[in-house]
């Protein structure tokens, strides 16, 4: 058009032609772009911008920058094309050195899925924890079960895992992420208490898990021992320190009313069902705002994430992030 006027056949194409043309200017036998960044841009063919992208970005004076920081080094210098960000974007994902170097993804790659037990005991979450100091017995794992629904924990020490050890547990007392929340109950309680006798942690076990038991919980709004019995313990604080409901024992009322709560009990659930999704539907509405998605298909190459034991220790800080590709 700048050359010999020539417009398109449609009205609206060829108003939005004389619009963009006016940006742009013919100086000899070469195309610029009048920029705000720099009064004249170069236009660029496909090759040249490839060219000019690749010794940007890997040349002698090139730095392996984000894609926006790349693209506004090609404006100073004073290059343009129609496709320039997304050029310098594409470039660098395809670029070796961008993979192999660049940072580990702590965005969750897809949205949180939510497990929920339709009644108490129907499902159970089982981890081990461990190894522990030597206690009495050689104990040193510690297998740990927890109802979904009521929360109830079940946990037994071991000298060792085996089969055999699981099975019997499983049969005894009856997948993962509940019981490692679990987990960190536990371990957090025996660090509180054991201080230097860590041999002794079998023993502060049973303790440990009744406490748990009496303490409601934050999702079903209930304590795992009202939820699995119908009614509340009583804690040994008020033995000593009388309770009101102490002081007003009466074996026969309270017989009666032990009754009632176990009829009682099936409604009790429920509530505590419906206080259960509710947390974990607001639980995964905060999760999926931050995933990132990621899917893979037969035959593509994948980076491996390098720990610090598959990091080859001569490159120090200089040792890529990534390895492969596979």
């Avoid at 063919?45 to 926006?68: D, L, N, P």
């Avoid at 670029?95 to 108490?120: C, D, I, V, Y």
């Avoid at 050890?165 to 509940?178: C, E, S, Y």
Wanted: proline share 5%.
């Amino acid at each position: 058009y700048l050359k010999d006027r020539t417009l398109p056949e449609g009205k609206d194409e060829a108003r939005k032609m004389r619009m963009r043309s006016a940006k742009f200017i013919i100086i000899g036998d070469e195309l610029f772009k009048r920029g705000i960044s720099t009064p004249l841009l170069k236009c660029l063919t496909a090759s040249q911008a490839a060219y000019v992208i690749k010794e940007i970005h890997q040349g002698i004076c090139g730095m392996h920058s984000g894609a926006r920081s790349m693209a506004t080094r090609v404006l100073r210098v004073g290059y343009y094309w129609p496709t320039l960000k997304w050029n310098c974007q594409s470039h660098i994902q395809k670029s070796k050195e961008f993979q192999q170097f660049g940072n580990a993804h702590r965005q969750p790659p897809e949205a949180l899925h939510r497990m929920m037990s339709a009644w108490p005991f129907s499902q159970w979450g089982m981890d081990i924890l461990g190894p522990f100091p030597p206690a009495k017995g050689q104990l040193k794992f510690l297998l740990v079960a927890i109802d979904y629904f009521t929360k109830w924990i079940e946990a037994c020490p071991l000298t060792k895992i085996t089969t055999e050890n699981m099975q019997k547990f499983t049969w005894k007392n009856i997948t993962n992420g509940q019981a490692e929340a679990a987990n960190k109950v536990i371990l957090r309680e025996l660090k509180k208490r054991l201080e230097d006798a860590k041999g002794q942690w079998p023993d502060e076990l049973s303790s440990i898990l009744w406490a748990y038991h009496c303490t409601p919980q934050s999702a079903t709004q209930e304590t795992p021992y009202r939820l699995t019995y119908g009614t509340d313990a009583m804690i040994p604080v008020e033995v000593r320190e009388t309770s009101h409901r102490r002081q007003i024992f009466n074996s026969e009322q309270n017989a009666q009313e032990l009754a009632a709560d176990l009829d009682l009990v099936d409604e009790l659930r429920d509530e505590a069902q419906i206080h259960e999704e509710a947390c974990k539907l607001r639980a995964s509405r905060r999760y999926n705002t931050r995933v990132r998605p990621r899917s893979f298909r037969v035959g593509d190459l994948v980076w491996r994430l390098l720990g610090e034991a598959r990091k080859d220790t001569s490159d120090g800080k200089l040792a890529p992030t990534w390895g492969g590709p596979f």
